[in-house]
């Protein structure tokens, strides 16, 4: 197993950071001495994880975006950078899967907003992040937070698998973009995690994902454990790609119990 990275004095923002996966993110690189920024629409509860990083010693600030909407993504960066001097990791970690519909029961609109944020969203981060991190000494790591379903077919997920298939391809992109300038880009496929995305899912009845037993999902705590282990030299392998925690090579990457 490899060890925890270190980083102070390195910044960090977490979009999708007020619940599940990304406030798992945010509380964990804060504990290894990240300044973190969270992002996400719910400006009440991010500000509220903020002060709690706060208050058991990490450095944490909120600020509400919609990754959806380009110039509050620039802004974002642009907070980090003002606060801190650096931008040194982006999780492009926000994502939506409701409403769950099979095609010809889907709504045009609803359909193309997901699009807004799984797909451009990321793009937006990635945009305005890989100049910062080429620009400045150290370079910089970005984690795209993809799916399986960015290599599958599941009835109803028509607008989460052609986004999350959509953000694996940016990552491979961005990689060759950047790399030579020092921006590592990665993927992270989680598995089935406990949050209030695999509720919704449940809630749908639609496709097996919809029927797993709810003790078979990780908690979010192994997610942040990878997106820190991705930070790392270590993990050099997998950039360009999606690193899976369904796999036993990467289960096995952050110390996790391999699947049964
Ligand atoms: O989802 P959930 P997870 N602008 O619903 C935010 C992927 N994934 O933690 O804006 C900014 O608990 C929202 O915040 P708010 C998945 O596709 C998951 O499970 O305040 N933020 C909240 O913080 C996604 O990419 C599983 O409503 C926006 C967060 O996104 C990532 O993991 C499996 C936003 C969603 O929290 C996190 O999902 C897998 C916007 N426009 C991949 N819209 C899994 N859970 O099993 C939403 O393979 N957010």
Same mark, same amino acid.
């Given at each position: 197993m490899t060890t925890a990275p270190k980083l102070d004095g390195k910044t960090a923002i977490i979009t999708g950071a007020s619940r599940g996966i990304g406030e798992a993110a945010a509380r964990h690189l804060a504990g290894q001495g990240a300044h973190v920024f969270l992002a996400a629409r719910s400006a009440d509860r991010i500000t509220e994880i903020a002060e709690k990083i706060k208050e058991n010693g990490g450095k944490a600030t909120a600020i509400a975006t919609d990754v959806a909407d380009n110039s509050a993504v620039a802004a974002l960066v642009q907070a980090a950078v003002d606060q801190t001097g650096r931008l040194d990791i982006l999780v492009n970690n926000a994502g939506l899967i409701n409403p769950i519909a099979r095609i010809v029961d889907s709504d045009p609109e609803a359909w193309g907003q997901i699009m807004d944020v799984n797909i451009k969203g990321v793009y937006y981060g990635l945009r305005h992040a890989m100049p910062v991190m080429a620009a400045q000494d150290g370079g910089g790591t970005i984690i795209n937070i993809s799916s399986g379903a960015a290599n599958s077919f599941l009835e109803g997920w028509s607008h989460y698998c052609a986004s999350k298939a959509a953000v694996l391809r940016l990552t491979g992109v961005a990689h060759k973009e950047a790399h030579d300038q020092g921006v590592r880009v990665v993927g992270l496929s989680p598995g089935t995690v406990a949050t209030e995305m695999q509720e919704q899912i449940r809630a749908s009845g639609i496709n097996p994902v919809s029927q797993i037993p709810w003790e078979r999902h990780i908690t979010p705590d192994w997610v942040a454990k990878a997106i820190a282990f991705l930070t790392?030299? @270590? @993990?050099?392998?997998w950039l360009g790609t999606d690193f899976s925690l369904k796999v036993d090579e990467g289960r096995e990457a952050i110390g996790m119990p391999l699947e049964n």
């Open positions: 790392m030299d @270590a @993990a050099d392998k």
